[in-house]
C-alpha cells in the first residue's frame, strides 16, 4: 500500500470530470482501494475521491463506521467502496450544515445539499450497489461525488459569511485544523 499525498484546491486535476472505470476486480483497481483506505484514515477523513489523490478515475470511498474526530457529532456511515455512482435526489428538500473537505485544509464552510438520496455504482467487483440515504450519510456521498465531476464543496457555498477559516469559525476544533 502506498500513501498518497491529497492535492489541494487549486490543482487543475481537481476540476477534470473522472473516467468511468470499465475493469473491475483487477489487482490495480484494488490497489487502489488499499491506497485509498490507508491515504484516508491517515487524514482522519469520512471519504476521499481518487481525484484528490491525482487518479482520474470515478472511485470513491467513505465511511466511518464509528465517530470521526473532524465530525464528531454526525452518525456513523457505512464503509463503501462505490465507483461509476450516479445520484438521484429523493425529493426537492435541502439541508444546509458544515462541510470540510481533505483538499481544503483547515477551512469549513456551509453548503446545502439533498437532504435524502438514492445512490448507484458498482463495488470492487463490479457488484451493483443501490442505496437510499439521507442525514450525513447523503451529505458524505454527494460530497465525495461531487469530486468525480471536478466540484470541490466552496463552488456550492451561497453564503461566504459563512465560509472561512475552521480556528476562527470554531476554535475549539482548530487542533483540527488540518481537515
Not at 25 to 50: F, K, Y
Not at 70 to 88: F, G, K, M, Q, S
Not at 147 to 162: E, Q
Request: one cysteine or more; aromatic letters at 8%; charged letters at 25%.
Amino acid at each position: 500500500m502506498t500513501l498518497h499525498t491529497i492535492l489541494k484546491m487549486g490543482d487543475p486535476r481537481l476540476l477534470l470530470t473522472a473516467q468511468p472505470v470499465t475493469a473491475f476486480d483487477t489487482p490495480e483497481l484494488h490497489r487502489l482501494i488499499e491506497d485509498m483506505r490507508e491515504t484516508m484514515a491517515v487524514a482522519n477523513g469520512a471519504g476521499l475521491a481518487a481525484p484528490q489523490i491525482g487518479v482520474n478515475l470515478q472511485v470513491v470511498i467513505f465511511g466511518t463506521g464509528a465517530v470521526v474526530p473532524r465530525y464528531p457529532d454526525a452518525e456513523p456511515v457505512p464503509r463503501t467502496v462505490l465507483i461509476n455512482p450516479t445520484i438521484t435526489p429523493m425529493g426537492d428538500e435541502e439541508i444546509e450544515d458544515w462541510e470540510g473537505c481533505l483538499s481544503v485544509p483547515g477551512m469549513r464552510g456551509v453548503v446545502p445539499r439533498w437532504a435524502r438520496i438514492r445512490y448507484q455504482g458498482f463495488d470492487p467487483l463490479g457488484g451493483v450497489i443501490d442505496r437510499v440515504a439521507e442525514g450525513f450519510h447523503a451529505r458524505v456521498v454527494q460530497h465525495e461525488c461531487d469530486h468525480l465531476w471536478g466540484k470541490l464543496y466552496p463552488m456550492r457555498v451561497r453564503d461566504f459569511s459563512r465560509f472561512g477559516f475552521i480556528e476562527v469559525l470554531f476554535p475549539e476544533l482548530s487542533d483540527q485544523a488540518d481537515d
